[in-house]
């Protein structure tokens, strides 16, 4: 056998070599990267609202119709709290949704209490939605205020408060709240 012939054969064996020796690397690293994956599953997201079950933090607040409305006011029935931010596509998509929610709870629009956080013209058109199933508060962005008080960070947030005063449902969509528990 040739010299050249020799170099052909080791050259063809050595290309076998490095392709079969990547297609393990590539399967082992594919291997650990599915590893240290997270589990597949739904995003978790953090807590928005006081915790069910804790009682619902005490409120005063100007409306925009010029009302004072406040926690102890409230108390003796069950009531609803949104909070929706003036900047937020999502709430301005989840208001249909939550105003028919609303209008079913009993003694709408006294006992549903919207906050809209932010800019008060940014949030003048989801105000101005809210004005007919909820007493209205908007608040500047800043962690103060009614959104602050019950520990919002996410938006839209909903928290629903029975007649003893006591959280007994959060949620950022209104088919998170329970019907059974609603009042008519």
């Known amino acids: 056998m040739s010299v050249a012939a020799v170099l052909a054969v080791y ?18 690293l594919r291997r650990q990267a ?9 995003a978790v997201l953090p ?4 915790p069910v079950g804790d009682a619902a933090p005490g409120f005063l607040a100007s409306t925009i119709s010029g009302r004072t409305v406040s926690g102890i006011e ?3 029935a069950a009531y609803l ?21 609303a209008n079913a709870f009993s003694g709408a629009p006294d006992r549903v209490v ?16 809210l004005a007919e199933v909820a007493s209205v508060v908007v608040e500047p962005s800043g962690g103060g205020g009614m959104a602050g008080a019950y520990r919002i960070t996410l ?8 007649d003893a ?5 959060i949620g950022q969509s209104v088919e998170e709240l329970p019907r059974h528990r609603q009042p008519r």
């Not at 064996?13 to 393990?24: K, R």
């Not at 909070?83 to 929610?101: D, H, I, T």
């Not at 005063?165 to 449902?169: K, L, R």
């Open 165 to 169: 005063g006591v959280v007994t449902a």
């Open 47 to 50: 807590p928005s609202g006081p």
């Open 114 to 129: 919207a906050v809209v956080v932010g800019d008060a013209r940014q949030g003048a058109d989801i105000a101005a939605e």
């Open 81 to 101: 709290v949104a909070f929706f931010s003036a900047s937020c596509q999502g709430c301005r998509l989840s208001l249909p949704r939550f105003v028919r929610y």
């Open 155 to 162: 938006f839209p947030s909903y928290v629903l408060v029975d």
């Open 74 to 76: 409230l108390a003796g």
């Open 11 to 28: 050259s063809a064996v050595t290309s076998s070599l490095a392709l079969a020796l990547g297609l393990v690397l590539a399967r082992y």
């Open 34 to 42: 599915v590893a240290t994956q997270a589990p597949a599953g739904p």
